[in-house]
């Protein structure tokens, strides 16, 4: 064969290969859509068995059916036992769950018939028995039972369809499953049924409709905890930052760096509790004899004393805003020391070449290459802003029009036992963090097209 012929016959084998190529992906393309639309189906007839069984009204005289034994009986089972012997009993009762767990996702997903049949079995067994251990009541059976087996079937129907090969959907299910059900249970659930009780009344039984966020906007201690969580989201991060980076710019070039930074940072090792009583005594207020320092100095001036946690409006809340400022300061210093040490020596050096002065080569080299640092700091402040509790549970009990959400959704949950205005103002909580999220989620998708 000449040399033209094993060319040509070459380029007509790579011009056959790629139509099959296309239809090939084509093919899996159109499969892997159709896999998509029947899990989406199946999930949504799930969450509609879901809602069917727990909005269904309840059986009279229904008793828990169970597999003969149940969660609840194993707990109380273990509750019965010595505290020396329960250590022990949970400790091989996990052991064995994680060795099952670990057999399935090593050996389930090889190839055969009989892994074939395991695979199989255990889409169908496992969510059976997960369920009927939450031993559901006689009328929930049914329902229970169907989105069981809805479940398995979707899940063994879309592994075996998988494009890397059967038994890999199934190995991934696995591998992530105790994550997802401890979000599902600890996480996922809990905020649906706190939204669903917002609308409900402090027992919790009669429907009432949007009076429990009409409560928090028009009640005092609703709408203070609002208007003070608001600002403690605004002030707090952007003060504690402003600091935190002055302090590290300062620091970085002073003699005794380390030391002064372990006690700036110490600050933020102090628990809230903590750091409420020592500043509590600083505004202490009494006739007298002071112990606090700013009335101290008040006084030694001819002033009276200053009841500086009682002055209203919104001042007070300042002066407690200022303790976890305090306590925040030294967070956002070590995190920007450490990214202001980051920021490549050559940039400053350029930039000293061309003749600009400290304060422009800080605003035009540093800030932008500490950016990311500084979102972090910012971000991480406001979410501990936003749930804040200790500090103002010690210092004022939520008096003087000083309560925040955190607090107020506590006080009125433990102290008044109205759980319709516990959930609303948790839902609040719940809005002013999502623009938090979204923030933060921008942000690094802005990181991750720059690199």
């Known amino acids: ?55 269904r009204p309840p059986t009279e005289g229904a008793k828990p059916t169970s597999l003969g034994f149940s969660l609840n009986s194993f707990f109380q089972w273990i509750g019965s036992q010595n505290p020396l012997v329960q250590i022990p009993i949970v400790l091989i009762v996990f052991g064995i769950f994680v060795a099952l767990l670990l057999l399935l996702i090593e050996y389930a997903p090889r190839s055969g018939r009989g892994y074939f049949w395991l695979r199989l079995a255990a889409c169908f067994v496992i969510p059976i028995v997960a369920f009927m251990l939450l031993r559901p009541y006689q009328g929930a059976l049914l329902y229970v039972l169907l ?90 991060p952007v003060v504690s930052t402003v600091l935190g980076l002055a302090a590290a710019v300062f620091i970085d070039r002073a003699r005794g760096e380390k030391t002064l930074k372990i006690l700036i940072f110490m600050t933020f090792a102090i628990s809230f509790v903590g750091a409420g009583i ?60 450490a990214a202001i040490k980051a920021v490549p020596p050559e940039q400053m050096e350029a ?36 749930k804040i509790y200790d500090v103002v549970a010690v210092m004022t009990g939520g008096r003087s029009d000083t309560t925040v ?27 002013l963090v999502i623009p938090l999220i979204v923030f933060n989620v921008i942000q690094i998708r802005k990181q991750r097209q720059i690199r």
């Open 405 to 431: 959400l955190a607090f107020e959704m506590v006080n009125q949950q433990q102290r008044f036992q109205s759980y319709g205005h516990a959930a609303a103002l948790a839902v609040l909580l719940f809005i």
């Open 278 to 337: 020592i500043w509590e005594l600083q505004y202490d207020y009494r006739q007298g004899e002071q112990i606090g320092i700013l009335n101290a100095i008040v006084v030694a001036f001819g002033g009276d004393p200053v009841s500086w946690l009682a002055i209203q409006p919104l001042v007070n809340t300042f002066f407690i805003m200022a303790v976890f400022i305090w306590s925040q300061t030294g967070l956002a210093m070590v995190i920007l020391s």
């Open 147 to 236: 989105i069981a087996v809805i479940l398995g079937g979707v899940l063994f129907w879309a592994d075996y369809r998988a494009r890397a090969g059967a038994g890999y959907l199934f190995q991934l299910v696995l591998f992530t499953a105790p994550a997802t059900v401890l979000l599902l249970v600890g996480l996922v659930y809990p905020a649906i049924a706190t939204f669903i009780q917002s609308f409900f009344d402090k027992t919790g039984e009669t429907f009432v409709g949007w009076d429990n966020y009409v409560w928090a906007f028009t009640n005092p201690q609703g709408f203070w905890s609002i208007i003070n969580t608001v600002l403690w989201v605004l002030f707090a």
């Open 1 to 55: 064969m000449t040399d033209t012929t094993k060319v040509q016959d070459a380029a007509g084998g790579a011009a056959a290969e790629e139509p099959d190529a296309a239809a090939r992906e084509a093919f899996y393309n159109r499969r892997q859509r159709t896999t998509t639309l029947v899990v989406a189906i199946a999930l949504i007839l799930v969450v509609a068995l879901f809602f069917f069984m727990i909005t």
């Open 351 to 386: 930039a000293s070449l061309d003749g600009t002065n400290a304060w422009q080569r800080f605003t035009n080299v540093t800030l932008p290459g500490i950016r990311p640092s500084i979102v972090v700091v910012m971000t991480t402040i406001a979410i501990g802003a936003l």
